[in-house]
Nanobody, 117 residues
Framework: QVQLVESGGGLVQAGGSLRLSCAAS????????MGWYRQAPGKQRDLVAW???????NYGDSVKGRFTISRDNAKNMVYLQMNSLKPEDTAVYYC???????????WGQGTQVTVSS
């Protein structure tokens, strides 16, 4: 069964922190580079951070130094620790394997992150 379930979003003040979690089915998770994406209202969905199965995280310039991606291969889980949040981080956050966006046809429901100024 193909499944992606994101959680952990919420409303937080600028400068605050949130930790997002993603539970993925094995068919999506196993052996794949996993990523966190986000989509703000009226904007395209963008890749925020990604992590290979046995390596360390990589980050987009807008979140580098503030966000940390991690994964638990035994549990098929991906996490995103978000610190020093800014209003421009407001978006729906999704996890998925790392592929070009037009190739990704299945998405979870995402989790809303709202950062107030």
């Amino acid at each position: 069964q193909v499944q992606l379930v994101e959680s952990g979003g919420g409303l937080v003040q600028a400068g605050g922190s949130l930790r997002l979690s993603c539970a993925a089915s094995g068919s999506i998770f196993s052996g794949n580079v996993m990523g966190w994406y986000r989509q703000a209202p009226g904007k395209q969905r963008d890749l925020v951070a990604w992590i290979p199965s046995g390596g360390s995280g990589n980050y987009g310039d807008s979140v580098k130094g503030r966000f940390t991606i991690s994964r638990d291969n035994a549990k098929n889980m991906v996490y995103l620790q978000m610190n020093s949040l800014k209003p421009e981080d407001t978006a729906v956050y999704y996890c998925n394997k790392l592929r070009p966006l037009p190739v990704l046809t299945y998405w979870g429901q995402g989790t809303q992150v709202t950062v107030s100024s």
